[in-house]
């Protein structure tokens, strides 16, 4: 009975710290949404025809822009944890998106050369640094401790909003102006949401109101305690732990933006039709978001590694389907779907991780670390598939690659082991929660 009462509370979910930090999940979210690694990366579909339009610049041409955008992004991740130390989050936040929006609006002046596109696109996410991921997964590990995993799932779906909204209000701007306006939507968006909403709800654990003079509840004890357990930036970097979450995940990232931009033409060459091929492709989309809330839930409650193992395998499975020879609609739309439990889960299980065995300290400049590595990951990916496929002339050796990488990172993380003594110090129930698993 004791076993029984004590399995029925680790699954509920305590509501608590959602209560207190109601606002907190929502500023993430809309800060996720707007952020320019997320609005830039899928509304640049929609200014594709309209830039070649007006410059002539060929498509391929344009589509080497998102890798300035990333290459600008990996030089952001690096900065922003160092300013947020430096001048403070809220400070850096509210700067970033001041001057994002003026970054925006001098975009709509480039001229004739390409280069002046790829300049924007790479400075752009400089001036954004403190807007990206990296401070909105700050933010929500700083606030919750029981229900981290959720909270970092729920946050990180504003790429969800950000995927249905931004390409449709983009289009709407570039159809009854031009593509100007597009930038001017989003340098707005910036000025009259993020700046305004920062404004008001941006606060950290210490800024909590506290009932009475001289008294703090458990709630507050917990997460003063949380900001200021971890391992310095030093001892991080050199932690082969760490090594392992950035190659672990880098691994299963250059496998899964691989297939993103793949899926469909293979697809197609496989004898599927245009609309067959999207559809499958769109159980992907609700896989992602739905592994991404699933996989947050059970971080919390079960064994972190062991989970993230679990999850970021799937692919693996999905790209085992691929390479049969059966073309069963239903099997593949199984496979999108294995495939796009692992891809909205390892953006969560990669702030987690860095939380949960490097602590809060230095999470900035830790994750901002990672972060660049997994950009660069991804920047590589297409250009890797890309070579295989004109190497092999079929997207076998591609599969098998993704295959393996996801294999192997998955198991790599199985080596990470117990949480770090801080983590136990900071949430003793971590240590029960362990023993009843």
């Known amino acids: 009975m004791k076993n029984r009462h004590m399995t029925s509370s680790l699954a509920a979910i305590d509501l608590t710290e959602f209560k207190e930090a109601w606002s907190i999940v929502l500023l993430a ?23 070649q339009q007006a410059f002539g610049w060929e498509r391929g041409e344009l589509q080497a ?19 947020n130390l430096r001048y403070g ?59 981290r995993g959720l909270a970092l799932a729920i946050g990180l779906s504003g790429t969800g909003i950000t995927a249905a909204l931004i390409p449709r209000l983009l289009g709407w701007g570039v159809e009854n102006w031009d593509w100007r306006a597009a930038f001017v939507i989003l340098a707005t968006l910036n000025l009259v949401i993020g700046i305004p909403l920062t404004l008001w709800w941006f606060r950290l654990p210490g800024e909590l109101k506290r009932a009475s003079p001289g008294t703090k509840n458990q709630s507050e004890k917990i997460v003063e305690r949380t900001s200021l357990a971890g391992i310095d930036f030093r001892h991080g970097v050199c932690a082969p732990k760490f090594w392992v979450c950035n190659i ?19 697809l197609r060459d496989r004898g599927f039709s245009t609309a067959e091929a999207t559809m499958i492709f769109s159980y992907f989309g609700f896989a992602l978001i ?15 590694p062991g989970i993230a193992a679990l999850s970021l395998a799937l692919p693996a499975v999905g790209c085992l389907i691929y390479l049969s020879d059966n073309n069963s609609i239903q099997l593949i739309s199984l496979a999108g779907v294995l495939i796009g439990l692992g891809a909205g889960a390892e953006f969560d299980i990669a702030a987690f991780l860095i939380a949960r065995y490097f602590g809060l300290k230095d999470y900035g400049r830790l994750f901002g670390v990672h972060q660049g590595l997994i950009t660069v990951a991804s920047a590589a990916a297409p250009l890797l598939f890309a070579s295989m496929l004109a190497k092999s002339g079929s997207y076998s050796s591609m599969l098998t690659y993704s295959v393996v990488s996801t294999l192997i990172g998955s198991f790599m993380l199985l080596t990470l082991g117990r949480s770090p003594s801080f983590v136990q110090e900071v949430y003793p129930e971590h240590s029960r929660r362990q023993k009843l698993l």
Request: proline share 3%; charged share 5%.
């Open 29 to 51: 979210v809309v800060g996720v949404a707007i952020s320019i690694n997320a609005a830039l990366l899928y509304g640049f579909g929609v200014l594709v025809i309209p830039l």
């Open 248 to 266: 672990a995940l880098s691994l299963v990232v250059s496998a899964v933006v691989g297939l993103v931009t793949s899926t469909v033409p293979m």
């Open 65 to 83: 822009a998102i890798s300035f955008l990333f290459g600008g992004a990996v030089i952001g991740l690096q900065l922003v944890g160092w300013a």
């Open 89 to 147: 989050i809220k400070r850096v936040t509210l700067a970033s998106f001041f001057l994002m929006a003026l970054g925006y609006l001098a975009t709509t002046q480039i001229w004739g050369s390409i280069w002046s596109l790829y300049a924007a696109f790479f400075l752009l996410p400089i001036c954004g640094m403190g807007a990206l991921a990296v401070t909105w997964t700050q933010l929500l590990n700083l606030w919750f401790m029981r229900n």
């Open 290 to 304: 739905a592994g991404r809330l699933v996989v947050g839930y059970l971080l919390d409650r079960f064994w972190p």
